[in-house]
């Protein structure tokens, strides 16, 4: 059991305050580089690595190979000049970063032909970073093989946004020591079509009907926020989160087609 | 390596298109939610978005009590797998915060320590491994007497999981088999075998790189030797030697580790392991009569050197295959640089040949032996030398290890009785023929037998058991062990008169002892386990994954516990295990979530349990340990006396034994218990905090604080140890020094109520009743009828009416009287506990009611409270502290103390003396 909740939430709110990415690119665009962006944007890459990796990695590199790029360009991007290059624009932080990306990859596509890379650059742990907060994300072989990088990027970005907000609500819940709760009432958060059965659910908790039906809605109302606030680190204006929502949500579904 | 880039493990794991049937979306988590959809959730922005606060208030509110959960040094992050006897988490280590890969063994004998030390022994020698190829063990661990280890954790999933991906890509199916084949070349040369070499058992490292896991560890996942019946059970024998799944352990060798390995390949290649069936027994048959199928009949695309290799790895033979590890890797290698490969596969003719110069080598072979054995026994009669020799090996055979037998009426081994029973025993056995019986000290003295039936140690069988008196005659309970694991072989209760007693056990069991002595493979004699439960698959993976959820404590986690072993009783009713689960599950319920609900069911199942089976330990003790719930405690003691004769070193039994004996104000006994030598040494490992609480009681301070102080080295995770020297301070007046230690530490424990308890506790008896009230405020919010079995009494009700009392006098009057309703409420379960009378007088105490809290303070002395030092200090009593009768009560406790001090410094003196 845990009692100190109020501590552990607040200092979780403070850290997401100062790590919006518009911080990172106010910096980025005026050279100043204080300790509070550089450990911003260090904190964006170790959430947003898998789109950019699996972007890279779609584009035919060997896996060795990608996982090095990658970690090049975390590196660039921590000194602050991809960023630079990319601003002009502004615009959301996917995109930005996807544009980075691209520009990075025409650079040393460009270098790499003059002189071959070291190799085994590695300045995080992938073992680390995967350990740290797997992802569960399945997607059927062949409609993979048939998207382009871009789709994967947005995909795999899609993802990282919905199981970030989950980890969060996990947390949240495991703070108050009801992480078990969590894992068995998961499955209702999706968006709501009616299918939910509750007296099966409620067996299965050990909880009233009734208020495993106010735990739900708390969850839901809870996840929902979670996510809409992981989505605006990402955006600059809270009138752009449903918009990014939306367009995650069709690249989702076109994924289908 | 072949990944998509875009899931964590190389291969994704649905091959199959699994669309979203709301919005057609393909991509997945995990429990098969559908991202798009949950994205979407997120956007139907209609209601009110609640902060972490009335999230917090719901969760707290519901009544699923769970803990945060810990094994160890370990917080439990997620289950990441399991399987019918494991269970594999993510968890992270408590001070490195490494995360780290759990693996907790789930076993029946779990429970006996030289299981554990075996498990602990072989563990610790797979975590020596030291291979790029083979997955780290970082520690090998036990807790709630079930053992674990932790090893790195590896995100990229299993071969099972890459293998469709993979079956593309034969070259680099290869190549990882070459890597996986130079690292059990390597484990081989170090001895170890791993002996379940399958898909799933192969990892992948973020770089795609092979891992191999569970080296020789496999067999853990299930207790039983019998592997041919836990795979019909668990598991598919796909991967699994013909020679392995049939014979013994001692006939499998790195042969059958190769033929693993081939399998796998072959798996790798084909998309199928070599041998399918219906059932795991079709497999194993096929898989010794017929010879495995050629790869290329299955993909004639595939390469033919790659079918040569699998095929000799795949020999029905162990010497036809390569002859190591190291060979086929080399194989594999010379394929992959498009050398010429050195095995031939051996042409149909020859190897019908083969099986028949074998066969008839083997009928050959049977007739020479035994003409060779009558002339051997010819030459026995003539040669004195050999008959020397005959004469000893067959008293090796026939040994037996006499262990300290107990004394139950007085937690004591009995070593005279003990050494009478040896001599007649072993007058007894050689009437019989040649035998060599020692007791433990004597004889030889070398750890027992490490060989598949004990034939590698000095005693094949080790003899333990107690002794108790029962209407004026002995009963002895005597267990036959096998000397190598500790099986059971036989088990019988004698009753005699004292005289003569050792004499009349010898004969009663001598004959039966000699002819088990005398087979050959002592793994025959065993019995079989004849519980239903036990027996039929599904219920018994009901009763493991009950016993596993109840283990962990956790209020849901106990109720899911209680359907799965409810779940279990309705498969077969007739089990006894099952029934005496659920007892245990709903006595963990009872403990842990302070509600008497449960308490008739929970006495119902132990009932049952002991009808069922009435010579099951479990089924005693789960019985013993309601019963003391129900606070019947002279019967849960006697209960728990029968449990011992049952099963003589059951760790459970000691250890709730000696918390009785606690609970009802008898220090020295749960001490005597709890330090009680079996089988020659102690059974816990060293002094922890319950031998701290009882030399504290015993008013032995320096003794306490050696223990609290050696529990808190070896278990710095855990609370007890720093509250106990907490307690120390206190119970001493040295209020500054006990804030001091509580404030140090209390804040890195947050997460154990216990700890907050302390911490309110030395402000409380320190009377900063600011603080004091701040602290139980919060506990009483969690738990309104908690606390009372902390030091002291202190319920968070009592001690929050007490301080309210005095500054909002209404408030506190309604806080004790509810305390007071629900004590009175409990009183019918603890009519021989002293815990509820204290409770009661410091309740009638704080509300100014004299005489009551003097009525209940003689009633809680009466029933055994000695702990007048808490008292003392205790605010709740402040207002009957100059009574007279307090003060009676108050020294006549003083005396207990003294008294069972004396008591316990004779029974140490006495054990010295026996050793």
């Known amino acids: ?257 | 390596m072949k990944w998509d880039g875009i899931s964590d493990s190389p291969a994704p794991s649905l091959q199959r298109t699994a669309a979203c049937e709301a919005c057609g979306s393909e991509a997945r988590l995990e429990g098969g939610s559908c991202v798009s959809c949950l994205l979407l959730a997120a956007l139907d922005d209609a209601e009110e978005t609640p902060g972490p606060e009335n999230l917090q208030w719901v969760l707290a509110g519901c009544e699923v009590r769970e803990q945060q959960w810990k094994l160890g040094n370990y917080q439990i992050l997620e289950e990441i797998g399991r399987g019918g006897m494991g269970v594999i988490y993510r968890a992270r280590q408590r001070y490195s915060k490494r995360v780290v890969a759990l693996k907790r063994v789930l076993s029946y004998h779990g429970d006996s320590r030289e299981t554990l030390e075996r498990f602990r022994r072989e563990a610790e020698a797979a975590a020596s491994l030291d291979h790029p190829n083979i997955l780290p063990i970082y520690e090998v661990g036990e807790a709630d007497g079930m053992p674990f280890f932790t090893m790195k954790y590896a995100a990229g999933g299993s071969l099972s999981r890459a293998a469709a991906v993979l079956r593309a890509d034969p070259r680099e199916c290869v190549r990882l088999m070459a890597k996986v084949a130079r690292a059990v070349a390597y484990a081989h040369r170090e001895g170890l075998l791993h002996r379940d070499l399958k898909p799933g058992n192969i990892l992948l490292d973020s770089r795609g790189e092979p891992l191999v896991i569970d080296f020789g560890l496999a067999k853990w996942m299930d207790a039983d030797a019998d592997v041919t019946r836990s795979l019909a059970i668990f598991g598919t024998p796909a991967f699994i030697a013909p020679e392995q799944a049939h014979g013994s352990r001692s006939a499998v060798g790195p042969a059958a580790d190769i033929y693993s390995l081939g399998a796998v390949l072959f798996d790798l290649l084909a998309g199928r392991p070599p041998f399918l069936g219906d059932h795991a027994i079709a497999v194993i048959r096929d898989a010794a009569e017929k010879g495995a199928p050629k790869l290329r009949s299955i993909d004639p695309n595939i390469d033919r050197d790659l079918e040569t290799i699998c095929g000799k790895c795949l020999e029905r033979e162990p010497d036809a295959r390569y002859g190591s590890a190291a060979e086929l890797a080399e194989d594999l290698e010379r394929w992959l640089d498009g050398r010429p490969i050195r095995a031939r596969r051996t042409p149909l003719v020859m190897r019908s040949a083969r099986w028949v110069r074998r066969n008839r080598v083997h009928t050959a072979t049977f007739i020479l032996c035994i003409l060779i054995g009558g002339a051997a026994v010819t030459r026995q009669m003539q040669g004195k030398r050999m008959q020397g020799e005959l004469t000893a090996r067959a008293a090796a055979q026939h040994s037996v290890q006499v262990l300290p037998f107990l004394d139950v009426d007085n937690a004591q081994p009995c070593t005279d009785w003990t050494t009478r029973l040896a001599q007649e025993f072993r007058q007894h056995l050689q009437t019989f023929g040649p035998a060599t019986v020692h007791l433990l000290g004597e004889g030889p003295h070398r750890e027992a037998g490490t060989g598949a039936d004990g034939a590698g140690g000095p005693y094949r069988t080790l003899l333990s058991g107690t002794i108790r008196r029962v209407d004026g005659q002995i009963r002895i309970s005597l267990h036959l062990l096998r000397g190598s694991d500790r099986a059971p072989l036989l088990h019988e209760v004698v009753m005699a008169d004292a005289k003569g007693a050792a004499a009349a056990v010898s004969r009663h069991v001598g004959r039966n002892v000699y002819s088990i002595l005398s087979t050959a493979d002592l793994t025959t004699v065993t019995p079989p386990t004849s519980d239903p439960g036990l027996l039929a698959p599904d219920a018994r993976s009901f009763i493991q994954q009950g016993l596993e959820l109840a283990s962990r404590r956790g209020g849901l986690d106990l109720d899911r516990s209680i359907a799965c072993l409810e779940h279990a009783i309705a498969l077969q009713p007739g089990s006894s295990a099952a029934h005496a689960a659920l007892a245990r599950a709903l006595g963990y319920k009872i403990a842990y979530r302070t509600t008497q609900e449960p308490l008739e069911r929970a006495l119902e199942a132990a009932r049952q349990a002991v009808a069922l089976d009435p010579r099951s330990g479990d089924a005693h003790l789960d019985h013993a340990a309601v019963l003391y719930h129900a606070g019947r405690v002279s019967e849960a003691i006697e209960a728990n006396k029968v449990a011992l004769e049952h099963s003589p070193s059951a760790r459970r039994s000691i250890r709730l034994i000696s918390n009785i004996y606690d609970a009802i104000g008898r220090p020295d006994l749960a001490t005597a218990w709890f330090t009680l030598p079996i089988g020659g040494q102690p059974i816990f490992a060293g002094p922890s905090a319950h031998i701290g609480d009882c030399h504290a009681y015993m008013l032995q301070d320096d003794r306490a604080e050696a223990a609290y102080q050696h529990y808190f080295k070896l278990h710095p995770e855990q609370p007890e140890g720093w509250m106990g020297l907490c307690r120390l301070h206190l119970l001493n007046g040295r209020t500054h020094e006990a804030r001091l230690v509580a404030q140090q530490h209390s804040s890195s424990y947050r997460d154990f109520t216990y700890a907050v308890q302390m911490e309110a506790q030395v402000e409380f008896f320190g009377r900063d009743f600011a603080k004091a009230e701040e602290l139980y405020a919060r506990l009483y919010e969690r738990d309104p009828s908690g606390g009372r079995n902390f030091y002291g009494g202190v319920a968070f009700a009592s001690a929050l009416g007490r301080i309210r009392s005095g500054s909002d006098p209404a408030a506190g009057k309604k806080l004790l009287e509810e305390a007071r309703e629900s004590e009175l409420r409990g009183l019918r379960n603890a009519a021989e506990r002293p815990l509820p009378f204290y409770h009661l007088a410091a309740i009638e105490s704080s509300l100014g009611n004299t005489e009551a809290a003097l009525h209940h303070l003689a009633a809680a002395t009466n029933a055994g409270w000695i702990d007048y030092r808490s008292m003392a200090i205790d605010p709740r009593f402040d207002a009957i502290r100059d009574e007279p009768a307090f003060q009676h009560s108050s020294s006549t406790m003083r005396r207990r103390a003294e008294e069972l001090k004396l008591n316990w410094s004779r029974i140490e003196s006495a054990r010295a003396q026996t050793n």
């Open chain 1, 1 to 257: 059991m845990t009692l100190n909740l109020p501590a552990a939430t607040t200092e979780q709110a403070h850290r997401f305050a100062t790590t919006r990415w518009s911080l990172v690119l106010s910096s980025a665009g005026t050279a100043h580089d204080t300790d509070e962006s550089h450990e911003a944007l260090g904190q964006l890459c170790r959430l947003y690595w898998r789109p950019i990796f699996a972007f890279i990695y779609r584009r035919g590199l060997s896996l060795v190979d990608a996982q090095d790029l990658t970690q090049e360009f975390f590196v660039r991007l921590l000194n602050g000049k991809l960023l630079q290059k990319a601003v002009p624009g502004r615009g959301r932080f996917r995109a930005l970063l996807l544009r980075a990306l691209q520009n990075f990859l025409i650079d040393t596509h460009d270098k790499r032909s003059a002189q071959k890379r070291g190799g085994g650059l590695e300045f995080v742990s992938w073992d680390d970073w995967m350990a740290e907060a797997p992802s569960h994300l399945t997607v059927p072989v062949q409609a993979i093989e048939s998207w382009s990088a871009e789709r994967v990027f947005d995909v795999r970005w899609a993802a990282t946004i919905v199981e970030q907000a989950l980890r969060a609500l996990r947390e949240e819940c495991e703070i108050c020591g009801r992480g078990r709760l969590f894992d068995a009432l998961q499955g209702t958060l999706a968006a709501d079509r009616g299918d939910t059965c509750y007296p099966q659910l409620a067996a299965e908790v050990g909880l009233p009907d009734a208020e495993l039906k106010r735990v739900v809605q708390q969850l839901r109302g809870r996840y929902r926020a979670l996510l809409r606030r992981e989505v605006a680190l990402t955006v600059e204006t809270e009138a752009e989160v449903d918009d990014e929502i939306r367009y995650l949500c069709k690249v989702l579904a076109s994924s289908a087609e």
